[in-house]
């Protein structure tokens, strides 16, 4: 399958502050989506993107489809405590994963 | 109310036996998925089906076997030769074809063979 390379990792924030964390393929993508798990739970759809050079949002999220179609960037602006969870991105192609960002958030 | 629906939430096993994980969606969806996740890792595609009676190998498909009689159901064994089956386990769907192919989650299965 594609590869997926998806970071940071992981991210310690203060409450307040903007996150912002990428996947980057060698291949290119028809679609990108953007996910949330928290602990113990199926990942939750965040923003789905469509066309190169999409930009979306929703809510205090970002997120844009990079325009060689190989690239994507989510961006959370003003982290609260409830932000906690690992995000994944997706390549739609062949519905592989990003190996997650872990965002944690200190009051 | 639509959705996906992995039962049980918790299973327990012993090693040498074969288990079967339960995914049921009622999205009418066409393609249905198997990850599993380890701690601290990312999901990893076990098969997939498109349609009915089809499915593919993914990723990691080895000591694991499905079936697709339904278009509703995509269950998922663990068979003795899978050699650290301890895992949680994710089903996803989607609707096959068209610009709208978001996946959605069932809320996971941790097996844990003892």
């Known amino acids: 399958g594609q590869q997926l390379n998806q970071s940071p990792q992981s991210m310690f924030i203060q409450e307040g502050e903007d996150v912002s964390m990428n996947c980057t393929s060698s291949s290119i993508f028809n679609t990108w989506l953007w996910y949330k798990q928290d602990p113990g739970e199926g990942p939750v759809l965040l923003i789905a993107?469509?066309?190169?050079?999409e930009l979306t949002s929703n809510g205090r999220l970002t997120a844009q489809f990079g325009i060689t179609r190989k690239d994507s960037f989510l961006n959370i602006s003003a982290s609260i405590p409830s932000d906690v969870g690992i995000y994944f991105c997706a390549g739609h192609n062949d519905m592989r994963f990003g190996a997650g960002t872990r965002l944690t958030v200190k009051p | 109310d639509g959705g996906i629906t992995q039962s049980p939430k918790y299973l327990f096993r012993k090693e040498g036996q074969n288990v079967t994980l339960s995914c049921e969606q009622n999205?009418?969806?066409?393609?249905m998925y198997w990850y599993r996740q380890d701690p601290g890792q990312g999901l990893r595609l076990i098969y997939y089906s498109q349609i009915v009676n089809d499915f593919q190998k993914g990723d990691i498909a080895e000591g694991y076997s499905v079936s697709r009689e339904k278009k509703e159901s995509f269950p998922l064994t663990v068979t003795s030769a899978q050699k650290n089956p301890t895992a949680f386990y994710l089903c996803?769907?989607?609707?096959?074809?068209?610009?709208?192919?978001?996946?959605?989650f069932g809320p996971g299965t941790r097996l844990t063979v003892l």
């Open positions: 996803a769907s989607t609707k096959a074809g068209g610009p709208n192919n978001e996946q959605f």
């Open positions: 999205l009418n969806h066409d393609a």
């Open positions: 993107l469509y066309k190169a050079g």
